[in-house]
């Protein structure tokens, strides 16, 4: 009797995984607010796997290709918001370069890994780049206290305090574990901007 409740509790959970599996999508977001109101350009069913969606990063082409049944739908770059893969992931663009969204509890923030040259003699090495948008429609820039001028004015004394607490560029790009959020925004949100 044991083997048999216990059966029936594995395959409730694997009953309730496939609903949700099921109810996924990912695809591409034409515009912001379809980003906001969840209504795909082109969507895929990520429980079906029945496509894909293929940035052509590579060769810094200026269209991304999604793949849906065996056909194929080439979208500008410049014309999208952005993309979503099954596992949540979400990207976007700036100059054909493909942006991934890492916080967007206060500004939202993006990455990029890049392979940087070190030196003849020392190579190549991975590095980071960071990048932001007052908000998911704002323009995005790159992460900088001169680009920060645009959501903090110079002048206010947010901005002095700003500097003392983040005291380089690269500082700006510190992520707070315990808040799961980059400290930019952790101290962003704490001053209720």
């Avoid at 609903?19 to 607010?33: F, I, M």
């Amino acid at each position: 009797m044991k083997t048999n409740n216990f059966k029936i509790i594995i395959a409730a959970i694997f009953a309730v995984i496939g609903l949700n599996v099921s109810a996924q999508k990912c695809g591409v977001y034409k515009t912001y607010e379809d980003y906001t109101n969840g209504k795909m350009e082109v969507s895929i069913n990520c429980a079906t796997k029945d496509g894909k969606i293929k940035p052509n990063n590579f060769f810094k082409k200026d269209y991304v290709t999604v793949i849906k049944n065996g056909e194929k739908t080439d979208l500008k770059k410049n014309e999208i918001f952005g993309y979503q893969l099954c596992n949540g992931e979400f990207f976007r663009f700036l100059d054909n370069d493909r942006l991934t969204l890492a916080d967007k509890s206060g500004l939202w923030i993006y990455t990029k890994e890049v392979i940087e040259t070190v030196s003849p003699k020392r190579g190549t090495k991975k590095a980071t780049k960071y990048y932001f948008s007052k908000a998911g429609s704002g323009e995005i820039k790159s992460l900088t206290f001169s680009n920060l001028k645009d959501v903090i004015p110079a002048d206010d004394p947010l901005y002095s305090e700003m500097e003392l607490l983040f005291t380089s560029n690269s500082a700006l790009h510190a992520y707070n574990q315990s808040s799961g959020s980059y400290k930019i925004n952790s101290f962003l949100n704490s001053k209720g901007l």
